[in-house]
């Protein structure tokens, strides 16, 4: 194993003095690059506007499952990577600015793909630059939560977490609302889509700017440059080291695999009912206020009783906002199970995303962030194809009750299994 460089009390102190002096600069930065980034990337990770888009391109539900597969193998390729490129680094923040651009460049070429290119060639670009966003997404998952655990106090993350996902929600509820109904159902600029995907571009584009104010201190402990492959033979380790990490990963990968009916809920919503630009851009709409705005709740019960409960919770909301769906009979009741479904995703995410930084050591924190991305996203590449497969083969049904099946499974193992770390570290501290 890589050694650490061994730090004493007062270099501790001098880092925690240094995150606090710019707390509020850093606050404000973090909250405008949610704001405008996550507004931007919600609009391609919405289980909405691309599985559409693919579907219309394509009329196939196998393809539709194969694009978001292609782009959850390109995010399970890129964490650990992502983890040994940075762990080494007194500031990462400069690697994060290459990472970020790199990643906005493929939401600009799936929009140019759209209005330059023949269908048949459309449809090939779009599966690359989501594999290539993909890549590059989780690069940016490992190095930017490094940012945040490093110049934002473990007290305040929820609290910050929530406010920004509320706020960009309402952001991009308008913008998909809008985008629906006067981009989507208008046809803009000769494709709808790619004009959505367009506003996407500029949006986040907007969010990696407002990090050029972040003032990031070096950091007091970090490990000596290693290969790859070296860090992944320290990973059996880390796992066996600390049983409730391990117990955390295992709960993430079946909430992962939960999301094998993703791609699906609209096109069964299209199946089901009528279902046009407009309507498209109000579930959108609804489907993000709800994974965005709930969020707020979500950090408040955070900051006060730990983020196991947030886990908990919001995979209970998943499962029936998954069971609605298949007893909605009209637009109305099917906005309430894309609500469910927001909430429930939306929580969910931000509990694993947040959650991972409480364990273990600060100098193992890329790892741990870096074997947690690569893993559930594995799971990613799996479950939509596997999705696609059942709904050609079988029907949409089946493939929600297994979604549903999974999220139970990964809430059983975290009520028996995990406790909170935050009550594990005060015992530990007595």
Same mark, same amino acid.
């Given at each position: ?186 046809? !803009?600029?000769?494709? #709808?889509?790619? @004009?959505? $995907? +367009?506003?996407?571009? *500029?949006?986040?584009? %907007? &969010?990696?700017? =407002? /990090? ?89 019960? !955070?900051?006060?009783? #730990?983020?196991? @409960?947030? $886990? +908990?919770?919001?995979? *209970?909301?998943?499962? %029936? &906002?998954?069971? =609605? /769906? ?105």
């Amino acid at each position: 194993m890589a050694a650490v460089e061994e730090l004493d009390t007062p270099a501790e102190a001098e880092f925690d003095e240094q995150v606090r002096s710019h707390l509020r600069r850093n606050y404000l930065a973090h909250l405008g690059h949610g704001i405008f980034g996550q507004t931007g990337f919600r609009l391609i990770n919405a289980p909405t506007f691309v599985p559409a888009y693919v579907y219309a391109l394509s009329g196939s539900e196998l393809v539709v499952g194969l694009a978001r597969a292609v782009q959850a193998l390109g995010q399970c390729l890129s964490p650990l990577f992502s983890a040994t490129l940075i762990e080494h680094r007194r500031k990462v923040l400069p690697v994060g600015m290459r990472t970020g651009t790199l990643l906005r460049l493929q939401v600009l070429g799936i929009a140019l793909a759209g209005f330059f290119l023949p269908v048949e060639w459309n449809l090939a670009m779009v599966c690359v630059f989501l594999g290539l966003f993909g890549f590059f997404m989780g690069m940016q998952g490992v190095i930017f939560n490094v940012l945040l655990a490093k110049v934002i106090p473990i007290e305040l993350r929820g609290r910050l977490s929530g406010l920004r996902n509320a706020l960009a929600g309402v952001t991009a509820a308008g913008v998909a609302y809008l985008g629906g109904g006067w981009l989507v159902e208008t046809n !803009a600029l000769g494709n #709808g889509y790619a @004009a959505t $995907f +367009l506003v996407a571009f *500029v949006l986040t584009e %907007a &969010g990696l700017l =407002m /990090l050029l104010f972040i003032r990031e201190p070096d950091a007091p402990a970090v490990r000596e440059r290693t290969r790859m492959a070296a860090r992944l033979a320290d990973l059996p380790g880390l796992l066996r080291g600390d049983a409730n990490f391990a117990v955390f990963l295992a709960a993430c990968l079946l909430g992962a695999l939960g999301r094998i009916a993703m791609p699906y809920y609209v096109l069964y919503a299209q199946a089901t009912l009528e279902i046009g630009g407009h309507e498209l851009g109000l579930l959108t709409a609804a489907f993000l206020l709800a994974a965005t705005t709930l969020n707020l709740g979500w950090g408040l019960i !955070a900051d006060r009783t #730990g983020f196991r @409960a947030v $886990f +908990l919770a919001s995979l *209970v909301v998943w499962i %029936a &906002g998954t069971l =609605m /769906l298949l007893g909605a009979s009209s637009f109305a009741a099917l906005v309430a199970v894309f609500v469910a479904l927001g909430a429930g995703s939306g929580g969910f995410m931000m509990g694993q995303q947040i959650l991972v930084l409480e364990f273990g050591a600060r100098e193992d924190l890329p790892l741990r962030i870096g074997a947690l991305n690569a893993s559930t996203e594995a799971m990613g590449v799996v479950a939509p194809l596997a999705g696609g497969a059942l709904a050609t083969w079988l029907d949409f049904p089946a493939v929600f009750f297994c979604a549903v099946a999974f999220k139970l499974a990964a809430a059983v193992l975290v009520l028996l299994r995990m406790r909170e770390p935050r009550t594990l570290a005060r015992e530990r501290s007595r």
